[in-house]
């Protein structure tokens, strides 16, 4: 089955008809499920036996008590899963041709496709206009179409508040979950990363998904141009050959500065890029997803 284009996917109006063929794609291809095997849920303590495992020793506890005690977790299921989507102006490059944006939302709708197919609970935390735009997590297909039908209502407009709203929504998720940022990661670099790593520190499982466009990496411009900020307005007549090489090293210096902070976090990463077809773009990242989680760690 040949991969359908970025254009043609994003061309269908009916956003869970646009997920269900991405996922079926991902299907054929065959992936590991990217919401099940970490699932766990604190139960309850019990006085430590020589054998087990030094990393469950809950040492708060024995800082009040002078007592060894050890965690005991019950395995779950199913997971709630938090998706985070950018709804910033820059998400609405390229003005002509499959935005970042439209990308981006076709990605997060399969995600929650497969998400709920699997039995797992999917929410949505995202701004506009400033507010808020909340879906708590919750499983079963009448949930599932309006969460996509929030997503498909949404607009790419002015700037927003990442570390704000990643902040928010980890903080919604009652038990240790999946946070998924669908992003650019243009606005307060250092605020966002920041703030990322709590979410991760906090123990929730934790994903960085880079949107950018294939016009972004080949700064496709001769002599010339005019260019224009889509957050601020601002405009700048640059020479584009001039500009080419300097702009190129700074952007694959901004790529591998997410790609490392997330590697030293512990944090899934992946750069997904709207000339890909969506689905190959997914089962890529749901493939180093599922081998960075199969790796065996060493406390």
């Known amino acids: 089955m040949t991969a359908l284009s970025p254009a043609v996917v994003a061309a269908i109006d009916d956003l869970e008809l646009a997920a269900r063929l991405v996922v ?12 099940h095997g970490y699932g766990a849920e ?24 002078n007592r060894l005690y050890t965690r005991q977790f019950r395995e779950t299921t199913n997971v709630a899963v938090m998706l985070v989507l950018d709804t910033s ?31 797992n609970a999917v929410g949505l935390m995202t701004e506009t206009e400033g507010q808020m735009v909340y879906l708590p997590a919750r499983s079963g297909r009448v949930h599932l179409r309006t969460l996509l039908a929030r997503i498909d209502a949404l607009r790419p407009a002015g700037a927003w508040h990442p570390a704000r709203i990643i902040a928010r929504a980890a903080e919604l998720l009652q038990r240790r979950g999946l946070l998924m940022v669908l992003s650019d990661f243009y606005d307060d670099e250092h605020a966002t990363q920041h703030e990322l790593r709590h979410v991760a520190q906090r123990g929730h ?13 080949a700064f496709a411009f ?38 490392s902070f997330a590697h030293h976090e512990g944090i899934d990463y ?7 077809a969506p689905e190959r773009g997914l089962r890529d990242y749901l493939v180093r997803r599922s081998a960075r989680h199969a790796a065996p760690r060493h406390e």
């Open 89 to 119: 102006a820059s998400m609405a490059f390229p003005e002509t041709g499959v935005s970042k944006f439209r990308y981006a939302c076709i990605i997060a709708a399969a995600l929650a496709y497969l998400a709920s197919e699997q039995g």
């Open 222 to 259: 001769s002599s010339q141009v005019e260019l224009r900020d889509l957050e601020s307005g601002e405009q700048r007549l640059v020479d584009a050959a001039t500009a080419r090489s300097a702009y190129a090293e700074s952007f694959t210096q901004f790529l591998e500065r997410c790609r």
């Open 205 to 217: 499982d934790t994903a960085m998904l880079q949107i950018v466009a294939a016009e972004e990496r």
């Open 24 to 35: 079926e794609g991902l299907r054929v291809g065959g992936h590991r499920s990217p919401f």
């Open 270 to 276: 992946s750069v997904l890029t709207t000339s890909d």
């Open 42 to 65: 604190f139960q309850q303590h019990r006085p430590y036996r020589a054998g087990d495992d030094l990393k469950y020793l809950d040492w708060k506890v024995y800082a009040r008590s």
